[in-house]
C-alpha cells in the first residue's frame, strides 16, 4: 500500500485490509513523505498489529514507492491496494485461491464498486473476465482492464517483466498488465473485490490527460513487441484527451448518471443536486435532476 497523505480514508483503508479472512500475510506500506500525519497513523498500526511494517521515505512519485514495495516485499503473491479505497473482507482469500488453482495465471483482479467520497456506492465494474478480454482492453488503450488496487500477482513474475517503469507514471498499471500478460495469463474474478473511492483528488481525475496520453502509449508500446500494427493510434490519443478534459460538474454529473442506472437512487440524487447547483443554468442539469427525483 503506497501512502501519500492519504488523510480521512486511511484507517478504514488499513483496517479492511487487517480485516480478511485470509491472515497470512504482511501489510507493508510505503510511506512516500506524508506531511499530513498519515505517518503516524501508520506507525499506531504497526505498534498493534505484527503483520504491520511501515518503510518511510523522502517523496519519491508513485512509481518509485511502488517499486520500493515489489524490492521490501517477501511473499510470493503481490496484493495492491491504495490508502483510499476498501478491500472486500474475502478479497485475500478468493485471490489466493484463485492464483493456487491456476498456476498459469499470473494477475488476477476482480470486480469493483465505485463509491463516491463518502462511500455511497455508484455502480459496478469490471466486465472483462478472461484473459482474452481483459488484455483486448488493454490493448485498446482505453483504460486499464484489470483494477490496479484490487490486483494480486506474482511477484517473481513482475519483478522478470521489470516491475513498474518510470516512463509511465500515472499509467504504470496498464503497462505493467500488458507486459505481464506476455508471460502469463490474467483473470478477473466475477465477484466485487474492492470498493473504489472515486474523488476530484484522485491521480484519475486530477491527471486525467497525462494518463490516458500513457495508456496510449503503453498500449502502442506492447503491440510493437508482438508485431501488431499501430496504425490509427495517433488519432486515438486526441479522442482520449479531449474525453479528459472535465470539470468537477461533469465529474458529480457522470455520477449521478452511473448511480441511477445502477439503481443506487440516493447517491444519484446527491450527484444531480451538486451538478445542478454548479451549472443551474444548464439545461441537462435539470434534465437529469428530474430523473434523479423520478428514480429512472
Not at 501489510?27 to 506524508?34: A, F, Y
Not at 503481490?78 to 498459469?104: G, K, T
Not at 455508484?122 to 485498446?140: Q, S, V, W
Not at 440516493?266 to 439545461?283: E, G, I, Q, S, V
Request: include cysteine; charged fraction near 25%; proline fraction near 3%.
Amino acid at each position: 500500500m503506497p501512502v501519500y497523505n492519504a488523510g480521512r480514508y486511511l484507517e478504514e483503508a488499513v483496517r479492511s485490509v487487517l480485516d480478511q479472512t485470509w491472515q497470512d500475510f504482511e501489510l507493508l506500506v510505503i510511506d512516500d513523505g506524508s506531511t499530513d500525519g498519515s505517518g503516524v497513523v501508520l506507525d499506531h498500526f504497526a505498534q498493534r498489529d505484527s503483520r504491520v511494517r511501515v518503510v518511510h521515505q523522502s517523496n519519491a512519485g508513485i512509481v518509485n514507492t511502488l517499486n520500493r514495495g515489489l524490492a521490501e516485499a517477501r511473499g510470493e503473491l503481490l496484493a495492491r491496494m491504495d490508502a483510499d479505497d476498501i478491500a472486500m473482507p474475502e478479497r485475500l482469500a478468493d485471490q489466493v485461491a484463485y492464483l493456487d488453482q491456476h498456476p498459469e495465471c499470473v494477475v488476477v483482479g476482480g470486480r469493483i464498486l465505485l463509491i463516491d467520497p463518502d462511500g455511497m456506492p455508484i455502480r459496478e465494474m469490471c466486465e472483462e473476465l478472461t484473459h482474452e478480454e481483459i488484455d483486448r482492453k488493454n490493448l485498446e488503450a482505453g483504460g486499464a482492464a484489470i483494477n490496479h488496487p484490487s490486483a494480486t500477482f506474482r511477484l517473481d513474475a513482475a519483478r522478470k517483466v521489470g516491475s513498474y517503469r518510470k516512463d509511465y507514471e500515472f499509467g504504470e498499471d496498464l503497462d505493467l498488465w500488458l507486459r505481464l500478460a506476455e508471460v502469463g495469463r490474467m483473470a478477473n474474478l466475477p465477484g466485487v473485490v474492492t470498493q473504489y473511492r472515486m474523488h476530484a483528488a484522485s491521480i484519475s481525475h486530477d491527471r486525467a490527460i497525462l494518463q490516458r496520453t500513457q495508456w496510449r502509449r503503453a498500449a502502442m508500446d506492447a503491440k510493437r513487441r508482438r508485431g501488431l500494427s499501430v496504425e490509427g493510434d495517433a488519432q486515438l490519443v486526441s479522442l482520449l484527451e479531449h474525453s479528459a478534459a472535465v470539470t468537477v460538474a461533469s465529474h458529480h454529473n457522470r455520477w449521478a448518471w452511473w448511480a441511477l442506472m445502477s439503481g443506487y437512487r440516493r447517491t444519484a440524487r446527491k450527484h444531480a443536486l451538486a451538478t445542478l447547483k454548479m451549472r443551474p443554468l444548464a439545461f441537462d442539469s435539470w434534465r437529469l435532476f428530474a430523473c434523479a427525483l423520478r428514480g429512472r
